[in-house]
Structures are given as C-alpha cells and as structure tokens.
C-alpha cells in the first residue's frame, strides 16, 4: 500500500444531536485514514457510533466540528451542486436490501438513474452499461426488466452493490451489508466485494458488528465505543493480541464453533449512553482492569504493534 | 447422556402445509423428534428451512385454518395437534412458553412492566396485589433486574438486552417445563447476547427447564445446546450431539454452513466456501431427488434417484444422506 495522501482522512470528526434537556454525543472525536484499495472495519455494539460516522460522511448526518478530506478536498459545508461529484465518489450500501431499492423500478430502472444522472451513460448506451453492471455482480443480466420483489435477499444485495458501481465510485460505505442474509448468502457476499475490489481497486469502510465477517474481509480495523475509537489496529494483529481491555472482552463475547462451553465470564452491565458518557476513560465503569488513573483522566489513542489503543495499560 | 428419561415433547411425523392461491407450500415436512425434560435442544437452519414454523406449531401459533397440521405433537400426555383453543391456552404460558428474536415488538409498548407481569400472572395463576408484586420482584431478580424501579418502566425505556430479560421473566411466570427460545439472542449485541446465554444456562440448571433453542447460528448453539438438529427445506437433515455435529459433520449441508461462517478464531477469517444456488421450493409434492442435491458438493448419481431416507448413524446420530461427509473421508484416507 502507498504511502501518498490517505483518500479519506477524517480529523477529530464530531457528530452531537441536541435532544431535550441533552447532548448526544454520537460521534466524539474521531481519526481516521483509508487508503485507496484498503478494507477498514467498523466495529462495536449498537449504539457505539459507526453508522452515525459513515453517514456523516455522506453527509446524511450533520458534522458539528472537525474535517473530513476525499482525495484531499474536504467534504464538509459543501453545497449540494458542489457536493454532487462527492456523492458519486462515495457510495453508500444499506443492510436491508428490501428497503433500500425502489419496489415500483424495475432493476433496470434502478441502475440507468444514477448511470444517466452522473453522465456514466447516455440514453443510446444505458442498457449495455447496466448489462455489464448486473454481469460484473453475478447476476444475469435478462433479469433486468424484474422488479426487486422477484428476487431473493442476497440477489438484491447484488443489485444494491451494482447500482453503487454503477457510478464508478472510490469509496464504497457497507453499512452491516450482509447482516440481514444466511450465512450461506453471505459468503457469496462477501466473495463478491472482494472480488470488485481487486478489479477496481475500491476502498470500503465497512460498518459490521460481526467480528468473523471482520476478520475475513478487512486489511484494518477501528473498534468503537461510546462515540470514539478506542482501538485502531491491522487485522490480524487484533485478532491475536487485543490490546484494549473493550476489544478483549468484545472478542470473548463471540460464541464459537471451536469451543466446547469453555465460555468466559460476559462483561457486565450496558454500554452507557452517548449523552451521559462516564468520566476519563469511557470504558472504565466495566473495565476489570480500571484503577485510579481510569475514571480521572482521558486516555489518548497509545501506539501498540499495527496500530494503537486507547487505554492507559497500553501508554 | 446415558440414562434414557421419558421425553417431554414428541412431535411425530409433523408436517405443515400453507395453501396459497396458487400452489401449496410445504413448510416442515414429515419432521418427528424429541425434546427430553432438562435438555437444551438446538434446531438451526438458514431462512425458511422450517424452524420456526416448527415452534409455532408447537403452541398452536401459526394463522389457522391457512398452516394445515398432520401428525402428531405430543407434550406429556397431551396432545396438542388438534387440540380446541381452550386446551391449547392451558398449554401456553402454563407448560410451554415462548421468547422472540425481537423483544421490543413481543412486548406491549402501551403497558409498563407490572402491567405485562401481572396480567400473566392474574390470568395464569390467579395472582393480585402484594402476592402478585412479590413473585414479580422474585423472577425479576432471578433474570438480573433487581430492584422496584424497573417495573414502572415502559418497554421503550429499557435497553434491548434488559427486555429481552423481561421477556425472559414473563416466559418464566407460571414455571413452564419447555420454554421455545426462537432466536432469542440475533438482534442483541455480542456482549449482551452472552449475558443472556448465561442467563439462560443458570435458569435451566435451576429448574431442570428444557429449552428448544432455535437458531441459525452455530456458534451460538455450540455455547448451550446439548443436542442439535439441523433442518434444511422443511426436513431435518442432520441429527447429532451438539460436539459430534461442530467437529465431525455428517450431512454436506451441514459441513457447508460451517464451512461458509466466518471464523473469529481462525486467521483471515478462515477460507469461505459459499453454498451456490438457493433452497428449492418447498411444494407438497413429493421429491424426487435429495432436497440439498442441486446445491450439494458431494452431489453423486445416487443422489438423483429419490430422497434420502433420515437413517441412524449410530446412537443417537441421523443423516439424511447416501454419501456423508465423515465416512467419504474414511474411504479416501
């Protein structure tokens, strides 16, 4: 991977919605950089801030403060007009695919939209480009007069995919893409992103809560928890040395097929509320490890090997 | 398990047929199996392979007369296909409860807490007031809500995996003998979700409940249940103790779910095999080739000739298939 400019760079990133009486702080300060052709997964329980972050950045949520840079130009504050070439280059993928397409197109309906409103197709070539399209996403392109009702979950998740192809984008946010499919589905899913991935050399931010789909698909992963990243870490290096004491306890969670009720104690209590976050260390109130230190002071991101945490075991 | 106690559930020879304008639907298909007092049975499958048709008909809950019965559901005595609605309400709640993937919409969100306790419990067991309150306050505590505050709360107030517990606590009221867990963990956060299989593994060891835990995650089974069966286009496919069924696969559908999940454990996830193609249409004709044959790996010449029958594999283990997995692999070795 090159070192040149990250094409996201995302710096003290903050999303808070005033509610009654409080201040929601449902993205707090986060850093981030994906590179050109890279996976980075977004982990953490309901809640933790992923699906608000990736949909600031396409600008479905309001930032409060911070920036955000696509290849350099920065996204926030834009007007629509000038927010439009930003929308192409990134694409967002929704989990249910059964909400997400328009029930009265036909799928070819669904992908000549954005193919002729970015000028990726005139109306002499939109049927050959969404042919190409449907082809590159396995699916057969005779299909394309159907309606969306007519095909199953993980066909739709195709054309969900195609039409975010469609209008040749750099980044693609897959928001829990597979959660809603079988897991038989979801590995022709998965197959598939990785697939258009070396073809294209696409990035994805990929939002999941399921740690095995993580550890199959992504180069780099940031773990939320109440609004921040506590951990930022290569894949494989999370895996076989969690460095914060949330992503160990996140990781023993996970029930596996390969142990026999050899199950660790579950982390007690909830993950506390974005408008009520504890003092110092966010994570300290369930924390087995917290001492004095934890509830006074707010950890900075600490480097750890392949990455960084933020916890003050790791400083 | 060697001693060999009388079953508490027998569903025999259970099908479930929904007629649609057009065509029939078979959704289980002559399924029989037992659940044991105190055991923790597993039935797993993908979408619409029939398990949780199964569980519904177990309580009399699909839309009626349209999910058309045969066979027979047994608990204790007491059968239950065909039983009048007077006798299936003596059933539910009493001897067999049931919790849902989604406690937000199995719980009334007009009612607090109290209310939806004590309804069950005035209608069940005929409880009121300050006898009422203190059984509440006790099954409260036996799911981890301790205290009063949390029976004035709406639904809307609590967190996921704190309705799910009151939903837990409902279903427990009236001391069911079977409780039907129908994915009751999918919608919740891992952390949560393993606080609710520890909860569900204390309960059990407590009250010797048996649970018929319905799932389409094999991790999850592997973290409670004792015995497993796997269901694949209405029929069982597989039947194994749930160590036998993880590690030594029978059926290829089985081995082909664990081989397309992601691992946690394993570097890079492990390598993903994708099951290609879809489940076949489930009509009430009868098949003429093995139901996973169109999609299976291991698909051979005798595959095609008609369906296999679910046949023993040793104690209590059942395959429906000619060529299972563990012993191809003992003849290529």
Known sequence: ???????????????????????????????????????????????????????????????????????????????????????????????????????????????????????????????????????????????????????????????????????????????????????????????????????????????????????YIAHRVAVMYVGQIVELRETESLFESPAHPYTKALLASIPRVSRDHQTPAPLLGEVPSAARPPSGCRFHPRCALAFERCPKEHPDLYPVSGGASRCFLNQ | MTHQAEELLRIRNLSVTFATREHSVRAVDNLSFDVRPGEVVGLVGESGCGKSVTSLSILGLHEQPAGRMTGSIRLGERELVGASPSELRAVRGNRVSMIFQDPLTSLNPYLRVEEQLGEVLELHLDLRGAAARARMLEILSQVGIPGEERLRAYPHQLSGGMRQRICIAMALLCNPELLIADEPTTMLDVTIQAQILELLRTLRKQRKMSILFITHDLGVVSEICDRVIVMYAGRIVEQARTAELLHSPLHPYTEALLRSTPRVDVPGGGSLHPIGGLPPRLSAEKLEECAFAARCPRVRQGCRDGEPALESAGGERLRRCIAPVAEMAATRS
């Not at chain 1, 850093?31 to 933790?48: F, I, N, Y």
């Not at chain 1, 403060?65 to 130009?73: D, N």
């Not at chain 1, 992908?111 to 480009?129: I, T, W």
């Not at chain 1, 979950?153 to 469609?166: K, N, T, Y």
């Open chain 1, 1 to 215: 991977m090159s070192d040149l400019t990250p094409l996201l760079k995302v710096r003290d990133l903050r999303v808070h919605f005033a509610t009654e009486g409080s201040l929601v702080r449902a993205v707090d300060g986060v850093d981030l950089d994906l590179r050109a052709g890279e996976t980075l997964a977004l982990v953490g329980e309901s809640g933790c801030g992923k699906s608000t972050l990736a949909r600031a950045l396409v600008g479905l949520n309001p930032i409060t403060s911070g920036t955000a840079e696509l290849k350099g130009r920065t996204l926030i504050g834009l007007s629509r007009a000038a927010a439009r070439p930003f929308r192409r280059e990134l694409q967002l993928v929704f989990q249910d695919p059964y909400a997400s397409l328009n029930p009265r197109f036909t799928i070819a309906q669904t992908l000549a939209e954005p193919l002729l409103l970015h000028g990726k197709a005139s109306r002499s070539n939109v049927d050959d480009k969404l042919c190409d399209l449907l082809a590159q996403v396995g699916l057969d392109p005779q299909l394309r007069a159907r309606y969306p009702h007519e095909f199953s979950g993980g066909q739709r998740q195709r054309i969900s995919i195609a039409r975010a192809l469609a209008v040749e984008p750099s980044l693609l946010l897959c928001d829990e893409v597979t959660s809603a499919l079988d897991v038989s589905i979801q590995a022709q899913i998965l197959d598939l992103l990785r697939s258009v991935q070396q073809k294209f050399g696409l990035s994805y931010l990929f939002i999941t809560h399921d740690l095995g789909v993580v550890r």
